[in-house]
């Protein structure tokens, strides 16, 4: 290796480094977002309150499809 290929491999490390302190910073505000609109310290955390929206989404979603069908056999049926 010369000289010309040790700087070439020390402007990369130097390229590598810049873009893992942006990425550590990126992850640091990501985290903090998290924390302040959602509450959660950490993903895990975050993905099981996703779980149990999905599953309070499902049962109003089942709920409303219930109370929609009583709602029209009630006022809508069609009289023979």
């Known amino acids: ?5 040790l700087l070439y491999k020390k402007k990369e490390i130097e390229k590598a480094k810049t873009t893992l302190a942006e990425s ?3 992850e640091k505000a990501l985290l903090k977002q998290l924390k302040e ?3 959660c310290d950490d993903l895990p955390k975050a993905k099981k309150k996703i ?3 999905r599953g309070e989404i499902i049962e109003l979603k089942e709920q409303i ?3 929609t069908k009583e709602l029209e056999e009630t006022y809508f049926k069609e009289e023979e």
């Open 51 to 53: 779980e149990k929206y």
């Open 65 to 67: 499809e219930t109370d």
């Open 37 to 39: 609109k959602w509450g």
């Open 24 to 26: 550590k910073g990126e």
């Open 1 to 5: 290796m010369d000289e010309q290929d």
